[in-house]
């Protein structure tokens, strides 16, 4: 089967497309950014990265691209010990309900456990975010918690839920 999503470095010109989606309220609400998200926003977003080690500790963003075009973005906060790491993943609401977040958080977990060797993955979402609970489960992460009113964003206290996927479960999980 062909993959129809790329990941890959973000460049300066993907910063409209970039201010575009993380604009959309509809994308930011469970999102640690605020919507609107500027064009200046989105060019120092790309500034930054650009200067970054994908392969370092902390966090970098790849650019998830479709046909040519910006469709969204998947992050790894790659931790010290560079044997585990934290991601989460966006996806433009015109693009959503294809497959194609599913694809790239796959394919970013086939990079961080088949091809860099890391040990554990993990990733939380807002509790309200049922899709994104979906995904991760989909994927074969399994729920480690549930931390209830723990976050302030956006005016108001939500809950977390905690995933977590070893690389073992990840190959018992892709057979």
Same mark, same amino acid.
């Given at each position: ?18 201010? @575009? ?16 998200? /500027? ?15 994908? =392969? ?7 650019? *998830?691209?479709? /046909?040519?075009?910006? *469709? ?7 931790? !010290?010990?560079?044997?585990? $790491? ?5 996806? $433009? ?16 977990? @086939? !990079? ?19 899709? /994104? ?17 723990? =976050? ?16 073992? @479960?990840?190959? @018992?999980?892709?057979?």
């Amino acid at each position: 089967m062909a993959e129809r999503v790329v990941l890959r470095p973000f460049v300066m010109t993907d910063a409209p497309v970039l201010a @575009e989606y993380r604009s959309d309220p509809h994308v930011a609400r469970y999102q640690g950014w605020e919507a609107p998200f /500027s064009l200046v926003q989105a060019e120092e977003f790309v500034r930054e990265v650009g200067v970054l080690d994908p =392969t370092g500790p902390g966090w970098f963003q790849f650019a *998830v691209e479709v /046909s040519g075009e910006l *469709v969204g973005d998947v992050g790894v906060n790659l931790h !010290h010990n560079r044997m585990q $790491a934290e991601i989460g993943y966006t996806l $433009a609401t015109a693009h959503q309900g294809r497959g194609y977040a599913t694809e790239a958080v796959r394919r970013l977990l @086939e !990079h961080l456990f088949d091809e860099r060797g890391l040990h554990r993955v993990a990733a939380e979402c807002d509790a309200r975010n049922e899709r /994104s609970a979906r995904l991760l489960t989909r994927l074969g992460f399994r729920q480690e918690g549930h931390r209830v009113r723990s =976050t302030w964003a956006k005016g108001e206290w939500t809950d977390d839920l905690l995933f977590a996927l070893l690389a073992e @479960e990840w190959r @018992e999980h892709m057979i």
